[in-house]
């Protein structure tokens, strides 16, 4: 899972700076279509061996990940702390006390749903993962300079 995650990671980065448009090939358009029915503001974006789908849907925006053969790779979005499981709201309380959140998503893929949260404070930037709805694991930790 932690190699998937790096994976879409630098994916998003590397498919965000390619700026010219590319078209998105007819298995993985009609599979967005038939999963995502009331997708709005529709963005693609997509390098040579992965697509990826920006859209808004019901009210929240969603990124989901596509190979070439149009299969549904994964599915990310950001989310509020009261959207987490309540285990997980009420752990992130005491990892955090010192902390502020700069950011927090959700993954869902066939291993199951993940949540990613980063931490700051003047020194410090840590990001926690939870794959069991109950406890936050240590994934990354930096030192700010």
Known sequence: MKSLFLFLAM??????????PVEVSPAIRKSFETTFKNA??????????????QFALDGQ?????????????????????S???????TSLKTESANYWISDL??????EG???YVTLENADNKI???????????????IRKV
Do not use: C
Not at 61 to 81: E, H
């Open 127 to 141: 990001v926690l993962k939870s794959s069991d709805n109950k406890d936050w694991t240590s994934y990354k930790k």
């Open 40 to 53: 709005r503001e529709v963005d693609w974006t997509v390098s040579t061996t992965f697509a990826k789908a």
């Open 105 to 110: 998503f959700e993954i869902s893929n066939e």
């Open 61 to 81: 925006y969603i990124n989901a990940f596509y190979d070439n053969d149009g299969s549904l790779i994964a599915l990310t979005r950001n989310i509020t702390a």
């Open 83 to 89: 959207q987490l499981p309540m285990m997980l709201q």
């Open 113 to 115: 749903t993940s949540y």
């Open 11 to 20: 994916l998003a980065t590397s498919i965000s700076q390619a700026e010219t």
